[in-house]
């Protein structure tokens, strides 16, 4: 029989009983020991031999924890109840946290949802700086109400469930919902005047291919021309900007100012929705210099760009065309392409999906979500993806984090045996439902839309990606992938791919990265 020394933590030296002596003898203790318990074992052995114990070292009440914030006479006060082994139900939005885990001092979910559990009372004192495993006092009926009531509102407790004690979260999870949202621009065409715009015109005029293209964005129509009108005509209303781009009437050039630029034309409007993100992402290239009115005309027509394209709404046709690309993703294939750290040998590059994913890896979701769209707003045959499977490296852009969330986990497996042998409520967030969606809209969805209406964040994806000045998006265009081999035998993949990161911003994403299989899908 084996035991641990915190067996006998609880007994003072006259409360020990008579049959502790051969209970003593038959125990193999472990080497490594707490001083407290070790008193307590000289104690005992001092007893046993019939000697008078020391007990000067025995402290009254239990010592207070280095990072606790309560008294040690305040935890000696609380009244000590009984701890469950339980999965808590949850949702957040993780805006302006530095994460998901408690991290010392840093502000995080789990670090709020600790503090709310021991103000509730689900958490004892003297456990307030010990977060190793989820143990909830839960007698009190109200007690999610009341763990709600000490966090702000962007952190919701859904419910509380009594679990096995070998219950673990990360292992019991067979699969996962995932949701990504963007805006209906994000499946427009690329702007004829773009880099990737004309080569898709090229590709499809070598390949016979024009009237079909032309046939697949007739949804689209004539929406850049006019969309170049209307951004014009406002030009001419709104700016008074000589047409040979000297200074405007009572405006003195700075001497010491490089060249002004010339006067917007339609070409040069077309590069100016090419060549920026937005008013609030493109100023530093006036940084060094005073702005004239050829460069607030240039500004505006950014922004007149970013407006027309957020009044963009997408048609059926071109939903269903999305639809027939994400139709590809279905079923065991080798997503290598799809994530980072990932050879086509590898046999963990294979992941399995359903009608929600199961084992998710570093990016996949982004990059199924960015080849979607590309192959939706391109033109591309959907056959396309099912090519991606195959050894031939591809880099795929990853599609802005920004659009992703985790809607929910599935314990299918868990609920199986909870319902039968366990004899336990199944782990189903459908039961909140009708809280989840609410909160959903309020808090996850408008802070995804304030974002980006902010940022451009969407806006600036896609023009980088149409103006990205390499044949290495050739796979996308009428030439397919072997256009793209023809021109890229040289060019190591995953340099390019950090090229193109760097220009997206995202440069940072895959550094230090150890296991892909623990991204955020």
Known sequence: MRTTPTLFSRWLPTQIPQRATLFLRRTTLPIKLARRDLHLLQTLAALLRGQSPNTSGIPDHPRKPKNNPFSAEEIA?????PKKKV??????????????????EEKTIEGDVMKAFIAAGAISKANADDPKSLKLIVEDDHVVEKINENLPPQIRVWGIQRTNKGFSCYQSCDSRWYEYLLPSYSLLPPHPDSYLGKKIAEFALEKGTV????????????YWKETRATVMERLKLSVDVPIDGAPAAGVEPET????PPKAPSPESAAEAEQGAAGDAQDNTGFAQRELGPVDFALRDIKLAYVAAKRRYRISPARLQ??????DAYPGTHNFHNYTVQKSFKDPDGVAFLKVHGQSFMMHQIRKMVGLATLVTRCGTNPALINETYEATPIAIPKAPALGLLLERPVFQSYNSKATGTLEREPIDFAKYDDAIEPFKREHIYTRIFEHEEREHTFHGFYQQIDSFRSDFFLWITPGGIAAAKLRQSA????ETEKALNKQLGQEDEDDDVANPEEGEG
């Open 321 to 326: 065309r999305l639809q027939s690309a994400l």
């Open 211 to 222: 009237e079909e293209l032309r046939e697949k964005n007739a949804d689209v129509g004539d």
């Open 87 to 104: 999965a808590v139900l949850f949702g957040y939005s993780g805006t302006g946290y530095r994460g998901l885990q408690i991290n010392n």
């Open 77 to 81: 006060a609380e009244e000590r109840r």
């Open 491 to 494: 060019t190591d993949v995953a």
């Open 256 to 259: 010491s100012a490089p060249e």
